[in-house]
Structure formats: structure tokens, C-alpha cells
């Protein structure tokens, strides 16, 4: 072998390894993404109708009570439909985030179905990502929905929107440890929990709370104080008070018990595998939420999707689901079911919550401004819990 | 030679070259157009402008998740090369049964997903178990301290889960070692550190640089690690992309972003290749033979 031919032989092996590492490179790096969106006024009407085949349902994990006698598999034995029942949203932002490319392009990714929190639905529903509802083809739906449901100021007369289930955010303590102390966000900041706390990584849920213990008006948050909650937020990030941020994952760190108390749901008790755990309403104020079933644009099966929707408003249905899942249900006549069945959860404040509990409460609010300006409050919120 | 002969090579290189156009080249085009947008999502999407200054906008405030991303990829390198290299020789000097065993013991927990293997960790480590106890016991960790949710977590992972692909390119090339020259560098009166320096290593060089690239890059890139083993302050370059892609959905900056950090790392892969020698890749057994 010559030398010149041994050169150019090394040369090329050379780039053909640069290009092998460029090739693993991109591969770890690239993700995808597009654009566009045009309003929600113009969203096609979901179709109904008789419902056959399959149809792909993304919901929160453990928001459904699971078995061969859950609501699901008896939704498959009533309508003869194949359920393929997802839970995949772990996070609002998140879930969106990886749906958006497709649902920029008139596609669910499969989905007939999915839950998500009312003001992202309404976001979504804005961008043209949902479909309308018929009201005609919901006839349970509206028989058995709460009254003071039937309306929604993110959806006024549910254009796009079914409640599921609704809750409140405030703080789980594990009362057998030293977290039984904690009864308010400012507790959670005591330095002597350093690294055994948890917040969210739903910025409508965490800066909130965090706005409301430093004394704004939760009726009219205003940008200063969305600020100041954030740059608060940050000290005690930086300072490892919070030991992460999480979505229903720290119910996995309060069962292992790596955490004395962190802020979550109070529908939660079910994925958290420990007796001696309690959900509190912090002393200055908790959050609202309901989370919504939508038809998302490009749905098959629509008409699944409504025999779903009708299916878990009948109330012995969505007795099961109470009585499995402890959130706050949307469906009058729940009760007296329960009284029969499960009277500890008939009972239960977090499921059927008294006005005292409801009143110091107030929903998730958006970041004030134009969607410009409430991104760049989401980035700030972003660039804390990356830190 | 006829001209259809020296066509073979290209004719063999042809699906090689297909799959880097469709998986490479094009999805690179895709998110070298991306990175050059501007806009917003909700008001009227992005739209394509030569915004080349998404370029530093998205180096500005990530400064440290970028130098912690090196600090751990580098650090779980070096780990699993101190691990895979006495490992590897081990293997390779096995007789058949056992070398297969313990190759199929290398390979073996890759039956199980990535996610799942990271996830079990959480168990392994949790703050009241173990490995957690022993560690305190030992002084390794303060008495309120804690693995999950900290650098050494994350670094342990990374380690763990890029392992095989240090060790197999390592065994590969120390399983092709003639023992016949180490014999020969020893009747020569080397010692065995000298044979090991002079013959073993030179001559295995090309599985390391190997595993260090496959072991390096992924290890750069991840963010499965931080986001199920690290807290607030182990979030790497990856956590960052995910972040601008999905939550805060700034897709130029998140492409731009993408972009350097995979023109950094090509630079690098450039640099070290040269001071590793090239001959390191070609091995210097074939020009020995040659």
C-alpha cells in the first residue's frame, strides 16, 4: 500500500466517523415542531351517531377506577366498542407541547378524546385545536350535570368542553413525620424542610399558591405580583429548599418517603401508597381546577367519544369513579349512591367539599397580558425550575 | 478495471447513504429552517425570517446547564472506561462458555427499557434505603443527605446506562489482541506495565475511542437521567431543549439550540479524533500486518 493511498484512506475514515457522531448527535438532539393555528369560532362540529370499532382515550394517571369491573372495561361491554384507554398526561404544557405539531395539522395522533385542565382547553379551543360539541348527541350529559356547571366562564354554554373530574391544590403532609407541622405555604419554606419539599410543574398552580401566601388578590393577580412570586420561587430553588418540581410523580416521593410534604391534588390519595398521608388547604388560600373532556381536531370515532362522555354522566358510573378516584365529581345524584355504598367517601370533603372549604379558593388564573406576554411569564417559571 | 467495478463500492454504500438523507440530512434541513424563524405560536405562528440571532438568544441564560451537561457526560466517560476496560479484558480472557455468559450478563438488563431500568434506580437510591444507609454509614454522604436529586445520582445513571457501549467496542478490540505479542514484547524483557503501555493499550485504542465516542455523545445529549434521578439543579442541555420544545414551545430557539450543541459536539468529536490519532480508529493492527 502506498503512502498517498494510506492518507487519503485515514482522511475518509476520518469523516466517515464525523459524520457517524453527527449522526448519533442528531438523533439525541433533534426534536420536531411546527406552527400555525386559526380560531376556535370556525372548529367543525364533532360528529355523532352510532358508535363501532376503536377509539384511543388520553387521560391522568390513575383518574379512573382500573380492573375487569373498572368504568372502562364496563364501557367496552356496554357499547361493544374497543377501548384503548391512555395515560399519558402527566403535565398541561407538556401534553400540549407534544401534541401541538399534530393538532397544528388537524391531527389527534389517534385520539378521540383526551383531558385536560379548563384553560388549556380554552387555549387549545382558541388555536382551532378542538372540535365543537352537538349538545343533542350529550343527552346525559346535560341530565345529570351539576347545575352550577352547566356553565363555564372558560367555555360559556360548553361549546368544546366536558367536566371530569375538578379538585384543589394545595399541600399533602405525611402526618407521621415532621411534616405534620406544615399547614401553610409559608411553612413549606421553613428552612428546616430544606430538600424535602416538592412544588409543580404547573406554573398555574405553584406561583398561585406562592402569589396568594406573599398577600396578592387572587381575584386580580397582577403581573408585578406573577414577578415577585417567581423571583421568590428562585431564592428558595437556589437555595435547595425545593428538593424538585414535579407532575404526579411526587406522589411517588411522598410514598417512599424521600419528602415531608409537597404540593399536589386532593383527588390524589389513590396513587400515593401510604396511609398516614392528609391533603390540607393551605391557611392562605388553595387553588380550583376542573379538568375537561375535549374532542381534539382530526378525532376518529367522534361518536365514541360522545357515547364515552354520556357513559361516565350516568351516575352509578360515575359513582365508581368518585368512590375510586376521591376528586370533586361534575355529576349531580353521586351522592345518595354513595351514601349507600362507600359512606366514608359520601362523606369525604375533598369529593363533595363544604362552601368553608370552597370559599378561600380561586381557579388556576392565566399570567395577565397578551399570550406574548404570558409566555415570557411561562419561560421565567421555566428558567426557576430548570435551574 | 472496468468502469462498472469501481462503481461497486458506491453501489454498497447506497442504503448507508439513503438512511443518513432521510433520517439525517432532511430532518436537519427541517430544523435548520426552524432555527431561522420567528414569531409566535399564538400569534400567527412562526414564519421563516433569516432570524440568525436565535443563535446567541438561545446560548443566553444556559450557560450553566450547558457546562453541567459536560461535567456529567464527561465525568460518567471516564467512569465507564476506569469500569469497562478491566471488565472487558476480564471477558475476553474467558474461555467460551463463560466469555458468552458474562457477555450476555452485560447485555442482559438492555432487555428491559431505558426508562424503567432509570426508573428502578429511584428505588434503589430512595433516601431511606440501603444504599443510602450505607453510604451515611460510611461518612460518604452527610447524615441529612440524600443521592436522589443530586449530581452524583445523575452521573451514576448516565454511567450505568451507557456502560455496554463502552465495554462491547472495548472487548471487541481487546478479543482481537494476539497474545502471541505480548509473549513476545515479554521475551524482550518488557515488564508487564511496559508490554500493557506499549502493546495492550495502542493496540486496544481503537475500542476506546469508540466507546468513549458512543459512551460521550448520548451522554451529552440525555435528560432522562436529570429529569427521573436529578432535583432543581441537575437539569442538563437536553432538560433545557425539551423544556423550550414542549412547555415553553419556542421552537426556533429550541432548533438553535439544537443546532449548537450538535455543532459543538462534532468539533469536538474532530479534535479528539485528532489527538487521538486516526490510526487509533483504523488500528494499528491492520498496518502492522500490512
Redesign the interface.
Known amino acids: 500500500?502506498s503512502n498517498g493511498s494510506e492518507r487519503t484512506?485515514?482522511n475518509r475514515?476520518?469523516w466517515l466517523?464525523?459524520?457517524a457522531?453527527?449522526?448519533?448527535?442528531?438523533?439525541?438532539?433533534?426534536?420536531?415542531?411546527?406552527?400555525?393555528?386559526n380560531g376556535g369560532s370556525e372548529a367543525p362540529v364533532a360528529k355523532g351517531g352510532k358508535p363501532t370499532g376503536e377509539v384511543t382515550i388520553s387521560n391522568w394517571p390513575g383518574y379512573i377506577d382500573p380492573g375487569p369491573n373498572g368504568t372502562v372495561a364496563e364501557f367496552e361491554k356496554a357499547s361493544g366498542l374497543d377501548v384503548n384507554y391512555i395515560e399519558d398526561i402527566n403535565?398541561n404544557?407538556?401534553f400540549f407541547?407534544?401534541l401541538?405539531p399534530l393538532l397544528?395539522s388537524g391531527n389527534s395522533g389517534g385520539r378521540s378524546l383526551f383531558v385536560v385542565t379548563d384553560w388549556l382547553a380554552k387555549q387549545m379551543f382558541d388555536?382551532g385545536y378542538l372540535e365543537r360539541l352537538n349538545h343533542a348527541d350529550l343527552k346525559t350529559v346535560f341530565d345529570n350535570i351539576t347545575p352550577a356547571l352547566r356553565d363555564d366562564p372558560a367555555d360559556p354554554g360548553r361549546q368544546f368542553s366536558i367536566p371530569w373530574q375538578g379538585g384543589l391544590t394545595g399541600i399533602w403532609v405525611i402526618t407521621s413525620g415532621p411534616g405534620n407541622e406544615i399547614h401553610s405555604m409559608r411553612d413549606l419554606f421553613d428552612p428546616k424542610y430544606k430538600?424535602k419539599v416538592e412544588l409543580l410543574t404547573e406554573m398555574r398552580d405553584t406561583v398561585p399558591l406562592v402569589m396568594q401566601m406573599q398577600g396578592a388578590d387572587p381575584k386580580n393577580f397582577t403581573k408585578e405580583d406573577w414577578e415577585k412570586a417567581i423571583e421568590f420561587l428562585k431564592k428558595e430553588?437556589?437555595s435547595?429548599q425545593?428538593?424538585?418540581?414535579t407532575g404526579n410523580e411526587y406522589t411517588?416521593d411522598l410514598t417512599?418517603?424521600?419528602i415531608v410534604a409537597a404540593l399536589g391534588w386532593s383527588g390524589d390519595r389513590s396513587l400515593i401508597g401510604r396511609k398516614d398521608v392528609e391533603w390540607r388547604s393551605p391557611t392562605e388560600g388553595c387553588d380550583t381546577f376542573f379538568d375537561q373532556m375535549v374532542i381534539p381536531v382530526g378525532a376518529p370515532n367522534t361518536a365514541a367519544a360522545y357515547a364515552f362522555m354520556n357513559f361516565v354522566y350516568r351516575p352509578e358510573v360515575q359513582a365508581d369513579i368518585a368512590d375510586y378516584v376521591n376528586y370533586v365529581t361534575p355529576v349531580a345524584g353521586v351522592k345518595p349512591i354513595l351514601e349507600k355504598k362507600d359512606p366514608a367517601v359520601a362523606h369525604n370533603p375533598l369529593v363533595f367539599p363544604p362552601p368553608s372549604l370552597l370559599a378561600p379558593c380561586s381557579a388556576d388564573p392565566n399570567p395577565p397580558g397578551?399570550?406574548?406576554e404570558q409566555?415570557k411569564v411561562?419561560?421565567e417559571f421555566?428558567?426557576v425550575?430548570?435551574? | 478495471m472496468t468502469i462498472r467495478r469501481r462503481l461497486i463500492p458506491y453501489w454498497l454504500l447506497a442504503p448507508g447513504a439513503l438512511w443518513?438523507l432521510v433520517?439525517?440530512v432532511i430532518?436537519?434541513g427541517?430544523?435548520a429552517e426552524?432555527a431561522l424563524?420567528s414569531?409566535?405560536?399564538?400569534?400567527g405562528?412562526?414564519?421563516f425570517t433569516w432570524q440568525w440571532s436565535n443563535f446567541p438568544d438561545s446560548l443566553s441564560?444556559n450557560n450553566?446547564?450547558i457546562v453541567r451537561s459536560f461535567y456529567y457526560a464527561g465525568t460518567a466517560t471516564v467512569l465507564a472506561l476506569l469500569i469497562s476496560y478491566p471488565l472487558a479484558y476480564a471477558i475476553a480472557q474467558q474461555s467460551g462458555r463463560w466469555r458468552l455468559l458474562l457477555l450476555f450478563a452485560v447485555i442482559a438488563p438492555f432487555f428491559t427499557t431505558y426508562l424503567i431500568r432509570t426508573i428502578a434506580w429511584?428505588?434503589i437510591l430512595?433516601?431511606?434505603?440501603p444504599v443510602v444507609g450505607v453510604f451515611k454509614t460510611l461518612h460518604l454522604i452527610p447524615q441529612d443527605g440524600?443521592l436522589?436529586?443530586t449530581s452524583t445520582a445523575v452521573i451514576a445513571g448516565l454511567t450505568y446506562n451507557f456502560l455496554p457501549f463502552m465495554i462491547l467496542p472495548i472487548y471487541a478490540s481487546i478479543e482481537r489482541l494476539d497474545m502471541r505479542l505480548i509473549e513476545a514484547a515479554k521475551d524482550l524483557y518488557a515488564s508487564s506495565t511496559q508490554a500493557f503501555l506499549r502493546v495492550t493499550l495502542p493496540m486496544t485504542a481503537p475500542g476506546i475511542v469508540a466507546g468513549v465516542?458512543?459512551t460521550f455523545?448520548?451522554a451529552?445529549?440525555?435528560y432522562v437521567n436529570a429529569t427521573i434521578l436529578?432535583?432543581?439543579?441537575q437539569?442538563m442541555i437536553?432538560?433545557?431543549?425539551?423544556?423550550l420544545?414542549?412547555?415553553?414551545?419556542?421552537?426556533p430557539e429550541?432548533?438553535a439550540l439544537?443546532?449548537l450543541?450538535?455543532a459543538v459536539?462534532?468539533v469536538m468529536?474532530?479534535v479528539y479524533?485528532r489527538l487521538a490519532g486516526?490510526?487509533a480508529?483504523?488500528g494499528e493492527e491492520e498496518e502492522a500486518r500490512?
Open positions: 500500500m484512506l485515514t475514515w476520518r466517523v464525523a459524520a457522531a453527527a449522526a448519533i448527535a442528531a438523533v439525541t438532539f433533534t426534536a420536531c415542531g411546527s406552527s400555525g393555528g403535565d404544557l407538556q407541547g407534544k401541538q397544528a388555536l430538600g430553588t437556589d435547595g425545593i428538593r424538585r418540581y411517588e417512599a418517603g424521600n397578551s399570550p406574548d409566555q411561562t419561560e421555566q428558567n425550575i430548570t435551574g | 443518513l433520517f439525517f430532518p436537519m427541517f430544523m426552524q424563524q414569531g409566535s405560536l399564538f400569534t405562528g412562526f414564519h441564560g450553566e446547564q429511584k428505588t430512595y433516601d431511606s434505603g440524600r436522589l436529586a465516542l458512543l455523545i448520548p451529552f445529549g440525555d436529578g432535583g432543581t439543579h437539569a437536553g432538560n433545557k431543549i425539551q423544556s420544545f414542549l412547555v415553553e414551545r419556542d421552537y429550541a432548533a439544537s443546532f450543541m450538535m459536539i462534532l468529536v474532530l479524533l486516526t490510526e480508529f483504523m500490512a
